[in-house]
């Protein structure tokens, strides 16, 4: 049948341009009318079959969209492609669909073997992906991916039938292999749970601890710089002459030079080295201990232990040196005697040994106070001039009981005992 030619005027829109429906896509002319051609669907127009001022036909395509809204029935008819109209792979049908975000898996998928409805590895046809709007609405109801089914149109276009013809094989057929995938398996298991009896050693703690439990603690901590600390502990440890006692002969750590001015501390502050009787808890008590015993904590195999140093006033940093040495050995042996771990009157625990920083220490009834010491690091820092030095400092984290000792008096105390390590001067001009 003949077809009378019209004339694109202006081409309004381009490749790629997003539609909206009643957007204009040309202004057009003929030998009788001058009017405007506007968009029936939302889409994105994929290729324009004229340019401006060419000469068009009707009943042959404008331009290519790619749909994406849904299709009214009335619209159906208008989409389908004319029966023997020869169209470029480019081009397809005018309206023909390629429908949302898996337009691009199907194009670039458009020449493999999908099929899985018929077995057959036959080779699919450049229209393959192209299917009219109704069918493509047919697939998304059925969860069928168009792209694996092998279309019996004309060039190997995917009709209904073809859908629903590989829904159906599809919903009948057996459960698909999991070859390459992970399988469900058991965890063989690692060995069997034991259930055990505390050790004498946790024993004793968890009887500590549970007591500790009712004690509020105030934590209070501070930072202390141990450089000139440190400087004097290596060169008493790099002396080339000394007695021949065992107590010259031990290796000076920071720890005795830490009790003894914690010792000297307690002379200004004793509340913080008394025992808190509240066997009558109508009416507690308080006892200010005249000896600095001082329970250190030491990791053994067998767990923690808290062996006392008594008479921490009577000592030299060399004497408590070597006291500490001695009944850490014991400790590690497993060699203390009962009375090793009685009648504390104040403990420390130096995790710094292990690491740490800051911790929260848990105070032992029935003392007052506990003393927590984080690992020294090495921090840059400025001095008097305002320069930059190197420090080695470390964390001091204080727990005192809250219902006898007030938050200041346990910040007066361990800053008196940070004054005194951080200048070693003064810590001993107060020794007897």
Same mark, same amino acid.
């Given at each position: 049948?003949?077809?009378?030619?019209?004339?694109?005027?202006?081409?309004?829109?381009?490749?790629?341009?997003?539609?909206?429906?009643?957007?204009?896509?040309?202004?057009?002319?003929?030998?009788?009318?001058?009017?405007?051609?506007?968009?029936?669907?939302?889409?994105?127009?994929?290729?324009?079959?004229?340019?401006?001022?060419?000469?068009?036909?009707?009943?042959?395509?404008?331009?290519?969209? *790619?749909? %994406?809204?849904?299709?009214?029935?009335? =619209?159906? #008819?208008?989409? $389908?492609? @004319?029966? +023997?109209?020869?169209?470029?792979?480019?081009?397809?049908?005018?309206?023909?669909?390629?429908?949302?975000?898996?337009?691009?898996?199907?194009?670039?998928?458009?020449?493999?073997?999908?099929?899985?409805?018929?077995?057959?590895?036959?080779?699919?046809?450049?229209?393959?992906?192209?299917?009219?709007?109704?069918?493509?609405?047919?697939?998304?109801?059925?969860?069928?991916?168009?792209?694996?089914?092998?279309?019996?149109?004309?060039?190997?276009?995917?009709?209904?039938? *073809?859908? %629903?013809?590989?829904?159906?094989?599809? =919903?009948? #057929?057996?459960? $698909?292999? @999991?070859? +390459?995938?992970?399988?469900?398996?058991?965890?063989?298991?690692?060995?069997?749970?034991?259930?055990?009896?505390?050790?004498?050693?946790?024993?004793?703690?968890?009887?500590?601890?549970?007591?500790?439990?009712?004690?509020?603690?105030?934590?209070?901590?501070?930072?202390?710089?141990?450089?000139?600390?440190?400087?004097?502990?290596?060169?008493?440890?790099?002396?080339?002459?000394?007695?021949?006692?065992?107590?010259?002969?031990?290796?000076?750590?920071?720890?005795?030079?830490?009790?003894?001015?914690?010792?000297?501390?307690?002379?200004?502050?004793?509340?913080?080295?008394?025992?808190?009787?509240?066997?009558?808890?109508?009416?507690?008590?308080?006892?200010?201990?005249?000896?600095?015993?001082?329970?250190?904590?030491?990791?053994?195999?067998?767990?923690?232990?808290?062996?006392?140093?008594?008479?921490?006033?009577?000592?030299?940093?060399?004497?408590?040196?070597?006291?500490?040495?001695?009944?850490?050995?014991?400790?590690?042996?497993?060699?203390?005697?009962?009375?090793?771990?009685?009648?504390?009157?104040?403990?420390?625990?130096?995790?710094?040994?292990?690491?740490?920083?800051?911790?929260?220490?848990?105070?032992?009834?029935?003392?007052?106070?506990?003393?927590?010491?984080?690992?020294?690091?090495?921090?840059?820092?400025?001095?008097?001039?305002?320069?930059?030095?190197?420090?080695?400092?470390?964390?001091?984290?204080?727990?005192?009981?809250?219902?006898?000792?007030?938050?200041?008096?346990?910040?007066?105390?361990?800053?008196?005992?940070?004054?005194?390590?951080?200048?070693?001067?003064?810590?001993?001009?107060?020794?007897?």
């Amino acid at each position: 049948m003949p077809t009378s030619p019209f004339f694109a005027n202006t081409k309004v829109c381009h490749e790629a341009f997003t539609l909206v429906h009643n957007d204009m896509l040309f202004d057009h002319s003929s030998w009788q009318t001058l009017a405007k051609i506007t968009s029936r669907f939302d889409g994105v127009i994929k290729k324009l079959h004229y340019e401006a001022d060419d000469t068009a036909f009707v009943g042959k395509p404008l331009v290519d969209i *790619d749909i %994406q809204s849904e299709i009214k029935p009335e =619209d159906e #008819a208008v989409t $389908a492609p @004319p029966e +023997g109209s020869e169209r470029s792979s480019a081009s397809g049908s005018d309206l023909a669909v390629r429908n949302g975000p898996d337009t691009k898996k199907q194009d670039s998928a458009a020449t493999e073997d999908r099929s899985e409805a018929n077995g057959k590895h036959a080779s699919r046809s450049k229209h393959a992906t192209l299917a009219t709007p109704a069918v493509r609405h047919l697939s998304k109801e059925l969860d069928v991916d168009i792209v694996n089914i092998q279309g019996t149109g004309k060039d190997g276009r995917v009709l209904k039938e *073809d859908v %629903q013809k590989y829904a159906a094989s599809r =919903d009948h #057929a057996p459960p $698909a292999s @999991p070859s +390459g995938a992970l399988l469900q398996t058991t965890p063989e298991p690692v060995g069997e749970d034991r259930t055990v009896s505390l050790s004498q050693i946790q024993s004793g703690m968890f009887k500590t601890m549970t007591r500790s439990l009712s004690i509020p603690h105030f934590l209070y901590t501070t930072t202390v710089d141990m450089s000139a600390l440190n400087k004097i502990r290596q060169a008493l440890n790099n002396r080339s002459t000394h007695p021949p006692s065992e107590a010259a002969k031990t290796k000076i750590t920071p720890l005795p030079f830490i009790l003894k001015a914690v010792s000297l501390a307690f002379q200004e502050y004793p509340l913080l080295n008394s025992s808190l009787d509240t066997s009558d808890p109508s009416k507690p008590q308080i006892t200010y201990r005249a000896s600095h015993d001082c329970g250190i904590a030491v990791d053994t195999p067998s767990g923690l232990l808290v062996p006392v140093i008594r008479g921490l006033q009577n000592h030299t940093v060399q004497s408590l040196a070597a006291e500490i040495s001695r009944i850490s050995a014991l400790a590690r042996a497993e060699r203390l005697s009962p009375g090793d771990l009685k009648g504390g009157t104040f403990s420390v625990s130096n995790i710094g040994s292990i690491g740490g920083g800051v911790v929260a220490p848990v105070i032992v009834a029935p003392q007052v106070a506990i003393l927590g010491i984080g690992r020294a690091r090495v921090v840059p820092g400025f001095d008097e001039n305002g320069h930059i030095t190197k420090k080695e400092e470390a964390v001091f984290s204080w727990s005192a009981d809250h219902r006898v000792v007030d938050g200041a008096m346990a910040a007066r105390c361990a800053e008196r005992v940070r004054a005194y390590l951080e200048d070693p001067g003064t810590m001993m001009a107060d020794m007897r």
